[in-house]
């Protein structure tokens, strides 16, 4: 029996904008953070739109400088359908390199490592192919976004 292979098709460019970061503070396995969206781009030819304002990662930042990723917020496409997102990832690296970026520095997303799951609903037919299809994406962190490229998995 052959099994498929997985490949990657890429389906859009995702900017997500970020507002200050609030500090819950320690918890039981490290500093939960919740980091507010304010809104962004999703740029690709078969889903582009905005993200609106109003969802947050409620992110967990351990004690080995490791972050776990826990967002959810809301797109609208240029024709109209609401598309929730839910991604769920892991972001760390060297010591040095992460003291830049939560620093807010510039720092070269190949210095670290940055990737989600992405899950994504819809109830409009025109996207319900969204509904039942794999996500991943790679990320980047900047003082003010992330930005993320999207992966179907086939």
Known sequence: ????????????RVSVE??????????HGGVRRVVPIT??????DRLSGEI???????QLVHDDGSTTIDTRYTARTHDGALVYLATS???????DVLRRLFGGEP??????YFRIGVRLE????????LNRTVFVASAAR????????????R
């Open 89 to 95: 990832g892991v972001r760390h690296g060297p010591e």
């Open 142 to 153: 900047f003082a003010d976004a992330v930005v993320y490229d999207l992966y179907a998995l």
């Open 18 to 27: 970020l507002d200050e970061i609030l500090t819950v503070g320690p918890i």
């Open 107 to 112: 720092v070269d997303p190949r210095e670290y």
């Open 122 to 129: 819809t109830g409009d037919e025109r996207y319900s192919w």
């Open 52 to 58: 609106l304002p109003g969802g947050a990662d409620w």
């Open 39 to 44: 809104g962004g781009r999703i740029d690709g």
């Open 1 to 12: 029996m052959d099994i498929p292979e997985l490949g990657l098709d890429r389906l859009a």
